[in-house]
């Protein structure tokens, strides 16, 4: 039972104890608690108004103006801009790019990532200097990596065609040619970013109980099977934590893209988040470089709803 | 050592402040209070902040000749700040004009001031031409009605270039050819395959390659579609590209990929510096690029010929941003005057590679002697006399060298056929002008 302290007034109300001075201060408790909550979260909201939301729904403004940026009047165009992007082949290609470039980018990052993990993971020696080889490309500048690939690439005097020559293939002219240059896009963002994964996949599996490997072992099952059914089912999370923020980052890869290949040739490497770019700042168009954003942002929504909602129900949070 | 700091000396510091402050306060509210010296002094100079877009050593020659420009006279000061690649410095002009923060004048390129023009935020400089008695009739023509609409001028040449055809001397004598450019682009279509060197599908030297599209591919192609009697478009934004003779043009294009001799290149000069290629199409201002980085003795010349020349400007000016007060924009033009005066100009072109934008520069014993010694330089001068603006497809429509180059793009990439691919970058270029042509309707009635 609640004790009552000297002042608080004990009444019995259709034969209820009700306590006075208690519900009063726990009315100004919850005030106070209120008062402070909003204290707390004032600053962010405004920077978040401010700063994500308002400029989200100036957006969803703009992309029914038709805009140069410049010019002091905006003029209402209704639906034009999502039209002109229904009927745009280049629009369309846009999105094959960037259904291409995510599969593949987030594909290879994950699944290299986790072998990569799986051997880190491994007792071998100079371990810890091979996981931060691993890691370190991740914390490098996406616009200087680029520079430096260009050159990797390079069909004549480049590392890969050198490379490509000890098992004698003749290098393919990469980034001139519109078949290659994605490909060679996705290697350079696989090499970027598995290197994240790979850390995280590896804390995953060092929090893996070894006794359920134990287990597994006495009831006979082989190292695949063992990964199979003990490995993979608990890194399900970290799969799934991996997965989400892999896509929506490669949605907004850009800087590799911008150095690269500016797109080309004939928009091969064009994606969502290069096109909101160049219909910004080679067209100058703002209207439809924010109807683009905004369908690049109700992608991202989607896709991560969808995510969210159906493979949150597969993971296995041990 | 006397400068040395402790608590009593601090203190001491704080309340001489202190009192320093309340003794300050109260002579602001006094009508006799003076203004620090210095300011005095510099109160009479006008301060001016150009946005400029010039990287590297271009960058440094700039710098001297602003340098030059604030201790050559007392009423201006010039402020350089630099920006970027043209691109960039016009974003950023555009996004300060926006935040009511624009700089006082501005690099602009030959594709990116109209914009400006457009939308009203320049200024008209021929005021300031007569204030500053300038004599235009030295300019070279061609650069300065560029920057003219209606009459007026609003934007001044400065940094002028155009494409060059670029060989190498040591492949040219290997495949048997006279020292010289092709005089036409039949003649170069008969001179590829010899200097074509590859074994099975392994190309080891090109005859050529092409520019990419974000490379301004458009730009010397310009030259090109004007060689063979056709156009990008006419003054008034009619689109030309799908005429007869501008499908030549492209038909020409497309053969040079398809007979194999030719491609698309990332990044071309990189490429012929190293010799893949035996010669490019290239800016003047590439020059001192290529001098310091070729091995082997190379030449330039004028871009081909066919049924008549064709070779378009380039590079960039200056605008005076007419949000600007007066003061500072006629203060704006003095630095102009000065930039393109005979003797900077001088400077400027002999140190950059840029053409020299005064008939009297370039006509001087001090740039003649610098041609005997540099012949590289004196064909893009001499090449002068058959260049002339680019269309306004190219120059006016957002994105005009962008829809165009990417067209072309999927000529030298993928063998596209010319007819409908032309007629897509018609239509594009059709629907991007609508916006530009209304604007000019607006202003220019």
């Not at chain 2, 004599?135 to 070279?140: E, P």
């Not at chain 2, 290997?174 to 200097?195: H, I, N, Q, V």
């Not at chain 2, 008939?359 to 002697?369: F, I, L, R, W």
Request: net charge negative.
């Amino acid at each position: 039972m609640a004790s009552t302290t000297r002042r608080d007034q004990v009444t019995t109300y259709r034969g209820q104890t009700v306590v006075r001075g208690s519900s009063r201060r726990s009315r100004l408790d919850a005030q106070r608690e209120w008062v402070l909550f909003i204290l707390f979260m004032l600053p962010n909201m405004v920077l978040f108004g401010l700063f994500t939301f308002w400029p989200m729904v100036e957006n969803v403004r703009l992309s029914t103006q038709r805009w140069d940026m410049i010019s002091p009047v905006r003029l209402d165009v209704g639906l034009d801009n999502y039209r002109y992007l229904i009927d745009d082949e280049t629009f369309h290609r846009v999105l094959r790019n960037t259904a291409y470039f995510t599969v593949a980018a987030v594909g290879f990052s994950l699944l290299i990532g986790l072998i990569v993990a799986l051997l880190l993971n491994q007792p071998l020696k100079f371990r810890n200097g091979a996981r931060a080889v691993v890691f370190a490309p991740t914390l490098l500048s996406g616009a200087a990596i680029g520079i430096v690939w260009s050159y990797i690439f390079d069909p004549r005097y480049g590392l890969m065609a050198q490379v490509l020559g000890w098992v004698s293939v003749s290098s393919p002219d990469w980034l001139n040619r519109p078949e290659w240059a994605m490909p060679a896009i996705i290697i350079v963002y696989v090499w970027k970013n598995m290197g994240f994964a790979a850390v995280i996949f590896l804390a995953g599996l060092q929090a893996i109980p070894r006794d359920l490997y134990d287990a597994a072992k006495v009831d006979g099952a082989n190292v695949w099977w063992r990964f199979r059914s003990v490995t993979l089912p608990m890194l399900s999370p970290i799969s799934f934590f991996l997965l989400v923020t892999s896509i929506l980052n490669t949605f907004q890869a850009f800087d590799i893209i911008r150095v690269m290949t500016q797109g080309g040739p004939v928009d091969s490497t064009n994606t969502l988040i290069y096109y909101v770019y160049d219909q910004g700042f080679t067209y100058i168009n703002a209207g439809r470089s924010a109807a683009a954003a905004l369908v690049l942002f109700v992608l991202m929504m989607v896709i991560t709803l969808v995510q969210l909602r159906f493979a949150e129900q597969r993971v296995h949070y041990g | 050592m006397t400068g040395q700091i402790n608590r009593r000396s601090l203190i001491k510091g704080a309340a001489g402040a202190a009192v320093g402050t309340a003794a300050l306060a109260a002579s602001k509210r006094s009508s006799v209070f003076a203004a620090p010296a210095v300011i005095q002094e510099t109160g009479s100079q006008v301060n001016v902040v150009f946005w400029s877009a010039f990287g590297g050593k271009n960058a440094e020659v700039e710098q001297e000749v602003i340098k030059r420009f604030n201790e050559s006279q007392q009423d201006v000061v010039v402020e350089y700040q630099y920006q970027g690649t043209y691109e960039e410095t016009a974003q950023k002009v555009i996004a300060a004009l926006q935040a009511r923060q624009a700089p006082d004048m501005a690099v602009l390129s030959e594709a990116n001031w109209f914009r400006f023009y457009a939308n009203q935020y320049l200024a008209a400089m021929d005021d300031f031409i007569a204030a500053e008695e300038i004599d235009t009739s030295d300019y070279v023509e061609s650069f300065l009605t560029e920057g003219q609409r209606q009459g007026k001028q609003w934007w001044m040449s400065f940094a002028r270039s155009t494409p060059l055809f670029y060989y190498n001397k040591q492949m040219w004598a290997e495949a048997g050819l006279e020292d010289r450019g092709p005089k036409t682009y039949t003649e170069f279509s008969e001179w590829g395959p010899k200097l074509l060197k590859k074994s099975g599908n392994d190309v080891s030297q090109w005859a050529f390659l092409h520019a990419p599209a974000v490379d301004y591919l458009s730009w010397p192609f310009q030259g090109t579609v004007w060689a063979f009697d056709g156009a990008y478009s006419d003054e008034e934004f009619n689109i030309r590209i799908t005429e007869p003779n501008s499908i030549k043009a492209g038909e020409w294009l497309r053969s040079t990929v398809v007979e194999g001799w030719s491609t698309a290149s990332q990044d071309r000069t990189t490429d012929f510096v190293n010799g893949v290629t035996a010669s490019i199409m290239q800016s003047t201002g590439t020059l001192g690029t290529l001098i310091a980085n070729a091995t082997f003795e190379f030449g330039s010349a004028f871009l081909p010929s066919e049924v008549t020349s064709g070779c378009p400007t380039g590079g960039a000016g200056i605008g005076i941003l007419s949000t600007s007060p007066a003061e500072k924009q006629q203060a704006a033009f003095k630095y102009i005057a000065f930039a393109t005066s005979p003797e900077i100009t001088t400077y400027w072109s002999q140190n950059t590679g840029y053409m020299p934008v005064r008939k009297s520069a370039g006509a001087s014993p001090e740039m003649q002697t610098f041609y005997e010694t540099n012949p590289n330089f004196r064909t893009a001068v001499e090449q002068l006399a058959i260049t002339k603006p680019q269309d306004p497809a190219r120059r006016f429509i957002p994105a005009g060298d962008s829809i165009i180059g990417k067209g072309l793009e999927e000529i030298t990439v993928n063998q596209a056929e010319v007819q409908p691919t032309f007629e897509r970058v018609k239509a594009t270029l059709e629907e991007e002008a609508k916006p530009i042509l209304e604007q000019l309707k607006a202003v220019e009635g």
